[in-house]
């Protein structure tokens, strides 16, 4: 790689305007009338007006910038001219032997190059002055000249400037020129964050020749504030193609107070033509926070090198300081993820939540809504929830995005399918083929067959179907307060959601295992085991119709958060087994992995059931549920039935439920919400020490409840406070449920990609909240 001089440190060209009228008409063939000086940093520049009324740009280059530099400018200009015509970029105008540039001789016969281009209209402009529209045309024809410059390439454009951010650790040489000990210190953390999380990555990046320095100073605006001209290519390099935007973001905006809201604008519009790839938009603000400390330790440099001298004082580092300021006073994460949030073009946002809630209460006056100040979520990122004034939230709620919001994975296997084929399961595609193998091999022995559907009910819906298809019976089991779906077999099973008196006459109810509060107390000798004798009775009263299936949800969730020990489950199973019905295991909550002991939580109970049920995380928020069953029950549905349903099993659901599988795999989520469940659940038994309103904490991995109540001693449930508590959790950003006959329990359900460092937010919060309640 050669080492360009820099241009500034070398004075720029002085030929007298005598000199240049001469030199235009010698070798351009183009006679001045008047020759007027044009501001540059580096070069010398004429605009000249001919008798005739034409108009053309006289560039006299800075001896910085040998014959090479320009012939890469020269073929870059004519490379953009050819595939993008319409960029406003200048035309090299030949000389009269041809040639792109001509030596001239200037003061003391120093020899200059000389070039002559089209002349560009338009006018300067402070930045203060632009709209957001032509913030975001700027960002627009940043990207289109990026992408006119993609398949261009010249050897000289692998030149060394120190304003490519790729050599940004080359300015901690300058640090010691910043006099100012907390600028230094600031520009030393850029420059660290730089060598820690963006410096490893830039070279697995897009690269290409970009132009490297678009700002308003190499630019000319026309009265509709887009850019009508590109004038200098004197910083093109070859390079990571997202410098060339965090250039343009970092040296446009300095200085505006609302630089970061404007960076989004420009970031946006740039997006709109040329995609960011998550990689690049990940670096934006470390490398726009880069760029802004290279400019402020550079004009350090340069100001003790040169005291005093206007051109290198009149800089733009004061509004590069204000930038930066900007941005670490926001937090690099919280500009990163706006910055990141612009390239995406989120496509819900900013519309204002009181207007959103009153055309949602016109329009869906049926669908309930958490909180009373409801939550308006434009957002999620791994455990994280983003509402749309900003404000993020801990989501300790939500089971479906099992392997954290937008995992990329799952996002891209849902983008590729539904580009390439999105049909139905009448045609033979591997996708559902591969997924119902990879589920059945997860299953006990007897559970081969597989019915891909689209939601928790469907799928406990054909249970019943094929229970009673199979027993030839017609009589349900399930506990005091369960739930299993909308439909109206399902809702049929939900005594959760039955009005007084609408228990249907073919489903009896048996008391869930509530050691806490239930009729037999964890305390007590055999007591999961009593609670399974009472299935007994259960089964009694069905009558004539007989048990076809009993359907259970392992960790009890909708009953509290039970999360009984395996014996009661075993037992459970012996008793329905024993009656002739079958077992329906509903992993519908507890399912993979939450549980921390396998993908399904069942197994460690080591039962085998008939049937299984899948559903919400399934698809990471994709709608996709599933039934595992055993060939021969499903054998017993008649021919005549046939069991298909559009969306069921189609490839784009079936391709989210694979990469589902695939990141609970790779990321060690099973083992993981084990860990992290533990540790939370032993934080929560210690804040119990502290907060009498605590009386149980119980769970699975990461399925946990915390009883409250109001009276340890009389277990009274605290359902007020429940409610109360996690409206306060809300307001401390976090968000939990309560759930059981009571609503007395928190309902701590987060996806699998919690942490520790998630766990101790929440408890923080937690002590702070239940502090508070006292
Ligand atoms: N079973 C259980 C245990 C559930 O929690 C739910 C949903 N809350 C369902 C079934 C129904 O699933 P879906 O909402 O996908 O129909």
Redesign the pocket.
Known sequence: MVQRADPLVVAPPNLTEEAARRSLLEHFGVAAETLTPLAGERDQNFRADTAGGQRFLFKISNPADDRTILDLQAAALRHIQLVNPALPVMRVLPGLAAQDHVAVTGYNDQPYLARLFTFLPGRRMPNDALSTAAIRSFGQTTAELGRALRGFFHPAADYEILWDLKHASRVRELLPHIGDDGRRQQVQRVLDRFEANVAPVLPTLRAQVVHGDLSLDNVLLDDEQRISGIVDFGDMTHTALVCDLAVAVADVLHGRDDALDAAEAMIAGYASVTPLEDAEAALLADLVATRLATEVAISAWRNELYPGHAAYSETGEPGCRAFLDGIEAAGFDAAGRRFRDAAAGLPYRGVPTADLLARRRRVLPSSPLFYRDPVHLVRGDGAWLFDADGRRYLDCYNNVPVVGHGHPQVARAVAAQQRTLATHSRYLHEAIVELAERLTGTMPGPLDAVLVVN????A?DLAWRIARAATGRCGALVTGHA????TEATHALSPEEWASGEQPAHVATVPAPDGYRGAFRRDQDGWTQRYAGLIDDAVLALGDRGLAAMYA?PGF??EGILAPPPDYLAAAAGRVSAAGGLLVA?E??AGYGRAGTGLWSFAASGIEPDMV?L??PMGNGFPV?ALVVRPDLLAAVPRQTELFSTFGGNPVACSAALAVLDVIEAEGLVQRAGQTGSYLRQGLLGLADSHELIGDVRGTGLLIGVELVTDRQARRPAAAQARQLTEAMRQRGVLLGATGPDGNVLKIRPPLVFGREHADLLLSRLDDALAEMR
Not at 455 to 458: I, T
Not at 483 to 486: A, I, K, S, T, V
């Open positions: 939601s928790g009910s469907e406990n739930y299993h779906g909308l949800d969730t909708a509903d519908v909550q049920v559903g919400k549920a």
